[in-house]
């Protein structure tokens, strides 16, 4: 197996980050904290569309780029790096599969009991007694309850959906088929942990390079080398295990349960710690919601206990080895 990406899927990488640093700067993800229900502002959203990123895993034939999960994971690292405030592992990973092109943007409360971004979404993915529904949003019921259900990271956006039997369309109620979309979501997340702990990683080696105690950059003590040190090398371990993931979904693999699970459990641990070194090196500054570290280090608690927690999935990887 090659443990690389092809010059395609970089080149695919690469237009994503480019679009995503030009589009959704922290300025824009705290706007997304601030918005009234439904007026999340779509302008990277649309840019990401005309890109084909929503559509990517969907066939050609139905409107897509018919490619697979191995060209879109790339692309989720670099929404998570710029803390992308919108939908997009439930849009392109769950639902663009499922229900193909021009979707618009979509939720799904597979990844938890609350969908993020449903008052903002154009249609609903609902879990509801072993099955998947469709609900569009005309149809649909959300509840936000005053604040109740606010997450850590308020650019989630969490709400209850619900909706009629009358006004619900049934995707599919194949347990395989539901299983998948789990570990699509899964993966997804994944991703966007690689990308959220990479983002902490380089705010943080930046702010130590310019912090300056006793004459000399804070970023040339031993003590705080060590601590990105680490970071750097739980990051390193994560991505190559979410790429295999990303494989082992594409191809279908007998293990993809196993690899998604492994990719999930790793991922998580690692952009926590991230977390908590970059923390740890900005000092009294990082926990101040003035500066930028917040935005990514509260969308990492909020994903690592979304699409299953580190002990689900270090559970089913011990389930597959017989453990």
Known sequence: MRFALSDEQIAFRDAARELLANECSPAVVRAAWAATAGQLDRRVWDSLQRMGVQSLLVPEGDGGLGLDETYLVPILEECGRAA???????????AAPLLGADIGMATTDLGGPLAPCAHDADLHLVHHQGAL?????????????????????????????????????????????????????????????????????????????????????????????????????????????VWRAAWSVAQDDPNRARDVSMAKAMASDAAELVGRQALQCHGAIGYTVEADLHLYLKRTWALARSWGDTAHHTDRVADALGA
Do not use: C
């Open 84 to 94: 992308l405030p919108h939908p997009i592992v439930e849009t392109a990973m769950v």
């Open 133 to 241: 529904l469709r609900i569009d949003a005309r149809h649909a019921t959300v509840h936000h309850d005053n604040g109740a259900f606010t997450s850590v990271d308020g650019a989630r956006r969490l709400s209850y959906i619900a909706g009629s039997a009358e006004h619900s369309q049934l995707v599919t109620d194949d347990p395989a088929v539901i299983e998948l979309a789990l570990d699509r979501g899964a993966l997804g997340a994944a991703a966007i942990l690689v990308g959220l702990g990479q983002a902490m990683l380089d705010l943080t080696v930046g702010y130590v390079s310019e912090r300056h105690q006793f004459g000399r950059p804070i970023g040339s003590f031993q003590a705080v080398k060590h601590h990105l040190a680490d970071a750097a090398l739980a990051l390193e371990f994560a991505r190559p295990a």
